[in-house]
């Protein structure tokens, strides 16, 4: 994700943090700022790298942590405790390589916040927009939900699992454009077994096709919607929404958008930044040009809000 205004860290540090500066390459006021302390230097890269969801294969913090599951899993943890979105533009890692899902991150954040008995509040907006999406639980089915483990755990003192119970155990419907691009997810021998014919064939597609990375995924529109869907559904597959440069963005009047509160983590500062600048004139190249920021985070912020449903 591309360099977005952040008063947390400073801006020389961030500068060579995106360089991939190490510590002995440092100029002498950035080692400064650090204490002359590769230890100061590397708990930055590493807090940075983290709270901006950077992919560990082409990011300075690989040197420092190089067990790529392991950053992974402390991003997650760390994104899930400041109730981020879901780092989709890590999925082909996150789902392939760790089976976690945008699903699976929902659920364990409603998990959690049921569990403490935080309020539905807590999740700021777009993170709560995404988690209606996927599980369907909004503010009114979170109260319903409460309401029902609180009668039944005071009988059984068991809540966790009554509240597990009362979730989803897979995403529910939603349409998936013909222009989506379809990628395999976590498959098992045995997952592919119990699949239908035309599931097989499908993921045997998505498989020949994307195999090598060239291509990113496979239109959704060359299968079937019910196959789409049962893929979907079982999470066996991801989709990614292609955003060229030249395309323009239409935004429809708003609805589904759940406001509860911000909380100014970088892509959210990203995603209101953008929204608010986009237009039906303007190409995403024109965009990225006016607003000084990186292409390639305007068109993950654009590919948020069309997943999202707030543009086409």
């Not at 801006?11 to 943090?17: N, Q, S």
């Not at 403490?116 to 907006?125: F, M």
């Not at 009988?155 to 597990?164: A, E, M, T």
């Not at 989506?180 to 119990?194: K, N």
């Amino acid at each position: 994700r591309g360099k977005m205004e952040d008063t947390e860290f400073n801006k020389l540090l961030v500068t060579h943090i995106l360089q991939q500066t190490s510590f002995e390459a440092l100029p002498s006021q950035a080692k400064q700022l650090v204490g002359n302390s590769k230890e100061v230097w590397r708990n930055i890269v590493i807090k940075y790298s983290m709270k901006h969801q950077m992919r560990h294969s082409t990011s300075l913090v690989r040197r420092f942590l190089p067990d790529e599951k392991a950053y992974y899993s402390e991003l997650l943890r760390t994104s899930q405790a400041s109730y981020m979105l879901y780092p989709y533009h890590l999925q082909d890692f996150l789902v392939r390589a760790m089976k976690k899902t945008p699903f699976q991150y929902y659920y364990e954040i409603m998990l959690d916040i049921m569990d403490k008995e935080k309020s539905y509040d807590i999740l700021p907006n777009f993170t709560a927009t995404d988690g209606v999406r996927l599980l369907g639980v909004g503010r009114n089915q979170y109260i319903d939900i409460m309401n029902k483990c609180r009668k039944k755990h005071w009988l059984f003192n068991k809540k966790r699992s009554i509240i597990q119970k009362l979730l989803p155990t897979a995403p529910i419907h939603f349409e998936i454009p013909h222009w989506w691009l379809l990628s395999m997810g976590f498959v098992t021998e045995d997952d592919h077994r119990a699949a239908s014919d035309e599931q097989k064939q499908a993921l045997d597609l998505i498989f020949q096709e994307t195999k090598s990375g060239e291509k990113k995924g496979v239109a959704a529109g060359l299968f079937p919607k019910n196959v789409v869907q049962e893929l979907y559904h079982n999470q066996f597959i991801f989709v990614e929404i292609p955003i060229e440069d030249d395309d323009i963005i239409v935004v429809p009047p708003l609805e589904n958008f759940v406001m509860n509160r911000v909380t100014g983590d970088y892509f959210e500062v990203l995603l209101y930044k953008i929204f608010v600048s986009l237009d039906e004139r303007t190409t995403v190249q024109q965009l990225a040009n006016t607003l000084q920021i990186e292409i390639n985070s305007v068109k993950q912020a654009i590919s948020m809000y069309i997943l999202l449903g707030f543009a086409k």
